[in-house]
RNA sequence: GGCCCCAUCGUCUAGAGGCCUAGGACACUACCCUCUCAAGGUAGAGACACGGGUUCGAAUCCCGUUGGGGCUGCCA
C-alpha cells in the first residue's frame, strides 16, 4: 500500500528567517501540494541556549505571509520529551549508544598526540560507563560498515563508516541533540520525504543508522537542495549576511513577486518561462530538475520581478498594498480626501516603482501642506538657469487664466507657451516640476497638477519666483 | 588535514551525445519611444574551468587536475 506524501519543514528558531530557509519550505509545500500530500511545520527548538520564542513568531509570520500553510503544527521538539527519552531509553537497552564522560580537551589532546585527524576515537565505547552528570550519550556507529545515501538530486552517496564517529545523541544536560530528535520525530510523524538544504548531507548516513537503530520500517525519501550563497559564494548566513524575509517584506517586496523569484533559485520549468502563478508552480516543479550547484541570491534580479509584479496588480490591489507604506507619513491620514487623491495618482506611480517603499516619496508634494526644495535643486533647475523665473512667471499667468484645471488642457496650454517661447516642453516642465513638487522625477506633470489642484499650484509658483527672487535679485 | 558535494555568460538558468554558430532572464551598453522618471521596443557585448579518454560526433558519458563550497560542535 502507498502512503500519502508527507514532508515536513523544520527549522530552529535560532535568529530571523532568512531566504534559503523561505525557499526550502517553498520546494517542501511544492511537493506535498503537487501529491496531495501534507506539510508539517515542526519547531527545531531543542537547543534552548540559542533559541527565542520571538523567532518562532517571525518563522510563523513570514511562512504565513508567503502563503506557505502547512496542514499540521507547528509542533515543539520542546514539547515532546517524551519521546525522545523512550528512543533513548531503547538505544541503551540494545546496546546501541554508550555514555561517554570525555572532554573536548581530552578528546582533542588525544586526537593530536596520535597525529591522526580530529574527531572522537571511541575511548568510552567498551567502557560500560554507568551514566555520571557530566557524560554524553553516543551512537555506537557499527563497525566496519558503510551506509549509502539514495538521494533523488545527488544519486546514491557512499559514506563509509570510518569516517564517522561516535556522535553525540543526548547532552550532559539530559536534551537530545538535533540528529536524534529529528529522526525519531520524522519517524513518529511518519514523515516520507525529506527535502532539505545540502548542508544536512554529511550527517545524513548518522540519521539512517538511527532509523535503523529504532527499527524503521522504512526510510524516508532523501533529497538535498543546493545552499542559497552571497556574492562570496559562502552559505548564506544570519550572522553575516542580511537576508531576512521580514526585511523585504518591510522594504516593499510583494510575497508573490519572492515566492516566484525563490523557485526559480536551483530550478526552472525546462523552458524559457520565469514568471508563473503558484498553481502553475505546483503543477511544474519536478525535484528532478532541481540543480546540484548552489545558487547566488541576487537582489537585483529579484527587485526585477518585484516590478513586473506590481504593476500586474489590479489598481485596487496596489492602492491597498500601499496603504501600510503610507500610513508611517506624518503627512498621511488617511482621509476620504487623501484616499481618492492617492487612488487617481495610483495607476501612475504603479508603472514606476520596483519597491512599495518608493511610493511615498513619488506622492508626498500632494499630501504635504507645503513642499522644501532642496538648496542644490533650487540652485540647479531654478536659478541656473536664467529662464526659469520667466517660465515660472508666465506659466502662473496661463493657469491663473485656464478655464479648466485638467490634464489636458495644462498639457495644451504648457504646449502652446513652448512654441510661442521656442523651447521644448521637456526643458520647460523642469522648473514647473520642481517648483511643484520638489524633485526632478515623479509622476507625469499634468495629471500631477490636476490632482495638486490651481490654488496650490498658483502658490507653490509664486513661491517659487519668490525663491529665485532672493538669491538672485 | 579527513570525508562529502559542486562546476555553462558577472548573476539565475536552458541543455538528458548530433537540433549549439550554446537559448532565455537580471544587470550592463547603444539607439528608439517620451513632459521628467520609469515602463516598453530594437540591437550589442558576454559562458561550456583545464587536461585526457569513450564515440563517426561531447557542454552533455568516464577519469584526472584545478577551483569553489559544505561537514568535521554536548549548534541546527
Known amino acids: 500500500m502507498k502512503s500519502t506524501l508527507r514532508v515536513r519543514f523544520a527549522p530552529s528558531p535560532t535568529g530571523y528567517f532568512h531566504v534559503g530557509g523561505a525557499r526550502t519550505a517553498l520546494y517542501n509545500w511544492l511537493i506535498a501540494r503537487k501529491a496531495g500530500g501534507s506539510f508539517i511545520l515542526r519547531i527545531e527548538d531543542t537547543d534552548d541556549a540559542r533559541n527565542a520564542e520571538e523567532w518562532v513568531d517571525g518563522i510563523v509570520s513570514a511562512l504565513t505571509w508567503l502563503g506557505i500553510s502547512w496542514d499540521e503544527g507547528p509542533y515543539r521538539q520542546s514539547e515532546r520529551s517524551d519521546l525522545y527519552a523512550q528512543a533513548i531509553a531503547r538505544l541503551i537497552d540494545e546496546g546501541k549508544a554508550y555514555w561517554c564522560d570525555c572532554t573536548r580537551d581530552e578528546i582533542d589532546k588525544r586526537a593530536s598526540e596520535r597525529g591522526g585527524p580530529p574527531g572522537y576515537d571511541g575511548y568510552c565505547r567498551e567502557r560500560n560507563n554507568p551514566r555520571a552528570s557530566g557524560s554524553a550519550l553516543r551512537f555506537k556507529i557499527p563497525r566496519p560498515g558503510q551506509t549509502v545515501v539514495h538521494d533523488k538530486i545527488r544519486g546514491d552517496v557512499v559514506f563509509d563508516h570510518e569516517n564517522l564517529d561516535d556522535f553525540i545523541i543526548v547532552k550532559s544536560n539530559g536534551s537530545p541533540l538535533f540528529v536524534l530528535a529529528n529522526v525519531v520525530d520524522d519517524m513518529d510523524m511518519k514523515i516520507s520525504y525529506i527535502l532539505r538544504a545540502e548542508e544536512h548531507l554529511p550527517t545524513t548516513p548518522k540519521a539512517i543508522l538511527l532509523f535503523q537503530?529504532?527499527?524503521?520500517?522504512?526510510?524516508?525519501?532523501?533529497?538535498?537542495?543546493?545552499?542559497?550563497?552571497?556574492?562570496?559564494?559562502?552559505?548564506?548566513?544570519?550572522?553575516?549576511?542580511?537576508?531576512?524575509?521580514?526585511?523585504?517584506?518591510?522594504?516593499?517586496?510583494?510575497?508573490?513577486?519572492?515566492?516566484?523569484?525563490?523557485?526559480?533559485?536551483?530550478?526552472?520549468?525546462?523552458?524559457?518561462?520565469?514568471?508563473?502563478?503558484?498553481?502553475?508552480?505546483?503543477?511544474?516543479?519536478?525535484?528532478?530538475?532541481?540543480?546540484?550547484?548552489?545558487?547566488?541570491?541576487?537582489?537585483?534580479?529579484?527587485?526585477?520581478?518585484?516590478?513586473?509584479?506590481?504593476?500586474?496588480?489590479?489598481?485596487?490591489?496596489?492602492?491597498?498594498?500601499?496603504?501600510?507604506?503610507?500610513?508611517?507619513?506624518?503627512?498621511?491620514?488617511?482621509?476620504?480626501?487623501?484616499?481618492?487623491?492617492?487612488?487617481k495618482i495610483a495607476p501612475l506611480v504603479q508603472e514606476r516603482v520596483s519597491l512599495l517603499t518608493e511610493v511615498s516619496s513619488m506622492v508626498d508634494f500632494l499630501f504635504q501642506p507645503e513642499i522644501e526644495i532642496s538648496a542644490e535643486l533650487v540652485d540647479s533647475v531654478l536659478r541656473k538657469d536664467p529662464k526659469s523665473s520667466r517660465i515660472i512667471g508666465d506659466i502662473s499667468n496661463i493657469y491663473l487664466n485656464l478655464s479648466e484645471f485638467k490634464a489636458e488642457q495644462l498639457h495644451d496650454a504648457t504646449r502652446s507657451y513652448c512654441d510661442l517661447v521656442e523651447m521644448p516642453l521637456r526643458k520647460v516642465q523642469a522648473p514647473i516640476r520642481v517648483a511643484l513638487t520638489g524633485s526632478k522625477v515623479g509622476p507625469p506633470l499634468f495629471e500631477s497638477i490636476e490632482l495638486l489642484g490651481k490654488k496650490a499650484t498658483l502658490q507653490r509658483l509664486a513661491l517659487a519666483s519668490e525663491l529665485i527672487g532672493i538669491h538672485n535679485p
Open 213 to 343: 537503530a529504532l527499527g524503521a520500517e522504512e526510510l524516508p525519501v532523501f533529497a538535498h537542495v543546493p545552499v542559497l550563497v552571497n556574492a562570496k559564494r559562502q552559505k548564506l548566513s544570519k550572522r553575516r549576511d542580511r537576508v531576512a524575509v521580514e526585511d523585504y517584506r518591510e522594504l516593499g517586496y510583494l510575497a508573490s513577486a519572492m515566492v516566484n523569484y525563490l523557485v526559480l533559485l536551483g530550478w526552472s520549468p525546462g523552458d524559457d518561462r520565469e514568471f508563473m502563478r503558484i498553481e502553475e508552480m505546483i503543477e511544474l516543479f519536478d525535484i528532478d530538475q532541481v540543480n546540484h550547484s548552489p545558487a547566488f541570491f541576487d537582489e537585483k534580479k529579484m527587485l526585477h520581478f518585484n516590478g513586473v509584479y506590481i504593476r500586474e496588480l489590479p489598481v485596487d490591489d496596489f492602492v491597498n498594498h500601499c496603504l501600510p507604506f503610507l500610513e508611517s507619513n506624518e503627512w498621511w491620514s488617511g482621509s476620504v480626501k487623501q484616499l481618492e487623491v492617492f487612488s
